[in-house]
């Protein structure tokens, strides 16, 4: 158990190259609305932060590649 508390102390600390702290995905739908935002940026033009060919993979799953490899910046709001 403290090993996993430790893990996710580590990922909540984890920092992108701008040197801002990325928060940690805390449930799939979560994770699915950042993507739908993300994939509508690619559709209107936004450069894509992985490898990725826009004429042959669909913008979700490019988007769904950014989150994983952690090239996403966002904030988590309270309300």
Do not use: C, H, W
Request: avoid cysteine; charge should be positive.
């Amino acid at each position: 158990m403290v090993e996993q508390v430790e893990n996710k102390e580590e990922a909540q600390t984890e920092e992108t190259s701008t040197g801002k702290a990325i928060p940690e995905i805390d449930s799939k739908y979560r994770m699915i609305i950042l993507a739908a935002q993300r994939s509508k940026q690619l559709q209107r033009g936004a450069t894509p932060r992985v490898d990725a060919d826009m004429r042959k993979q669909k913008p979700t799953r490019v988007a769904m590649r950014e989150i994983q490899k952690k090239k996403i910046d966002f904030d988590i709001l309270e309300s």
